[in-house]
Structure formats: C-alpha cells, structure tokens
C-alpha cells in the first residue's frame, strides 16, 4: 500500500499522562526543594562574615586609636581587608537571592521599593556572568593587597612580623596569572550568553502584518451599531486573518 493511500490518521492530546507518570513527574519537580537547605547554609555562612567583618573593624580601630602603632599602609590593608569581606557578602547575597530564583522558586516582589535591579530578569547566563564579575573584583582586591605587600620585598621574599614568609615572587606571578585566568572566563560567558540572546532573537517568529479592513457592521438581534457617515466601521486584522461572522471586505 503507497503512503499517499495510507488513511489519515488524527492524533488528539485529550487523554493525559497516566497518574504513575504524573507523580513521578512531580515527585522530581519537587526536588527542586532539596537546595532549599543549600541557600538556608549560605545565610548562616553570610552571618559569620558579618561577625567577621565587625571583628576587623574593631581590629582597626584598636590598632588606630588605642594602640597607634599602625601605619598608612597597614590602615590600607585593614580596608581592603574590609571590603573583601563586603565583596564576599554580596557574591552570596547573589547567589542565594539569583539562585533560589532561577533554581527553586520565584521571589514574588515585584514592586516592592526594595527589589534589586538584577531580579526581574535573572536567568542561569546573567547568574553565571555577575558571579565571574563578583569573582573577579574579590581577586583584584586580593591582587592590590598582594601589590601593597611586596614593596616590602627583599631578595624575591616577604615575611611577616613573625618572620614567616607571606609572599614570594613566583606566588605574585601566579596570582597575577590567575587574576587575568579570571577576566578571560568572565569575557568568554559574556560572550556566550549574548550570542544566545541573539540566537533567540532570530529564532522568533516574525509578527504577522496588522493591515486595516473595512467592513460592513451587522446588527445582531435588533441592536443598533455605531458608525461613520457611509454606514461603515474600521478594524484592524492581522493579515490572513478570518473575518468575523456575516462581516465582509468593502473598498472605498
């Protein structure tokens, strides 16, 4: 028997999935749930570099006011020191706040005044380049403190007050090349994701063409119907488009 004789059959999506199918499915998509504790752990985690980050403050201001024995450059590294905890407190707020959105659940806030920028339109590319970003300004941090420190470099070493060495210059060289290993990781998903968003915008569908039509207005059931002077109204169709019931195209 040809194809072309072959009786034509019609497929019909009335009949749903099965019920094992259907818990199952939903058994999995509940799983989702078990990150829930993963986020609930980087809170507690953040709360610690909070305390951390009261205890380095008192350190300088000990070390300032009552002691005075610090010097410019050790009040710069106690800065710096500070905002690399701050650094570090906004990398997890991103990623508790960005991936509970995309991974979990939606965070229903939309309109209220406090709603971070970033939120309404967070997905797993925008995530992905705003931690590489997050990463690469932690690094540069720890990359100026490194900067600071080695001035104080004597025959390719530096040693603390302890007299253990801290820094060496091939620590410096690969601390350096790591910092840059991070730029080009954060560039080549910008880049990624941006070729993905253009590759959706040319994957969707053109709207169709809205032409004007004039046709004549029918009264339904005695009702009268608004219209111009020549007893005729103006919609406007999409092209193709199937005209409404006892309605039909008139050219003026």
């Not at 709603?115 to 100026?144: F, G, M, Q, T, Y």
């Not at 029918?218 to 406007?236: F, I, L």
């Amino acid at each position: 028997m040809s194809r072309s004789s072959q009786p034509h059959i019609e497929r019909t999506a009335a009949k749903g999935p099965s019920a094992a199918s259907r818990t199952l499915a939903g058994f999995i998509f509940a799983s989702r749930w078990l990150q829930a504790p993963l986020y609930l752990g980087l809170i507690i985690a953040q709360a610690v570099y909070v305390v951390l980050f009261f205890v380095e403050l008192w350190h300088l201001f000990e070390n300032v006011f009552i002691t005075g024995k610090i010097d410019e450059t050790d009040v710069m590294l106690s800065v710096l020191a500070l905002i690399d905890i701050v650094m570090i407190a906004n990398l997890l707020i991103m990623v508790i706040i960005g991936g509970y959105e995309t991974f979990v659940s939606k965070i229903r806030v939309n309109g209220h005044h406090d709603e971070p920028d970033w939120l309404s339109h967070v997905n797993a590319n925008l995530l992905k380049v705003k931690l590489a970003i997050s990463i690469i300004s932690i690094s540069s941090i720890h990359l100026l403190k490194t900067f600071i420190e080695v001035g104080r470099m004597q025959k390719g070493l530096v040693h603390d007050s302890a007299g253990r060495v801290i820094y060496s210059t091939d620590g410096v060289m690969w601390e350096v090349i790591i910092h840059i290993a991070f730029i080009v990781s954060a560039l080549a998903l910008a880049w990624i994701d941006r070729m993905s968003q253009q590759g959706h915008k040319d994957d969707a569908p053109a709207a169709a063409p809205i032409t004007p039509v004039v046709i004549a207005p029918v009264a339904a059931h005695g009702a009268s119907t608004s219209a111009d002077p020549a007893g005729y109204v103006t919609v406007r169709l999409p092209a193709g488009a199937q005209l409404p019931d006892g309605a039909e195209v008139i050219d003026r």
